[in-house]
Nanobody, 116 residues
């Protein structure tokens, strides 16, 4: 049973920083492509960043230069460092794992609120 557990969300002022973590259990983590998504109230879920098993990284234009995705295969964990946060970054953030066979699993989500 594959399980993804996110942590690190919270309330932060505009311009602040947060680091999200996504721990993966029950899977060969190094073989997985990993993504961060987010969903704001009343909006569709959108892809924020991706890191492949080979380490290739892509970002949504809205977060380029502010967010950094990374992974630690020894800890079975993916991270999202978020700097210069804006109110429009407020959303529930989800991590997703895609296995070598195309199977997918999602985390439960962690709330990020950017407000003064």
């Amino acid at each position: 049973q594959v399980q993804l557990v996110e942590s690190g969300g919270g309330l932060v002022q505009p311009g602040g920083s947060l680091r999200l973590s996504c721990a993966v259990h029950g899977s060969i983590f190094s073989a997985n492509a990993m993504d961060w998504y987010r969903q704001a109230p009343g909006k569709e879920r959108e892809l924020v960043a991706t890191i492949t098993s080979g380490g290739t990284i892509t970002y949504a234009d809205s977060v380029k230069g502010r967010f950094t995705i990374s992974r630690d295969n020894n800890k079975n964990t993916m991270y999202l460092q978020m700097n210069s946060l804006k109110p429009e970054d407020t959303a529930v953030y989800y991590c997703r794992r895609t296995g070598w066979n195309g199977s997918e699993n999602w985390g439960q989500g962690t709330q990020v609120t950017v407000s003064s």
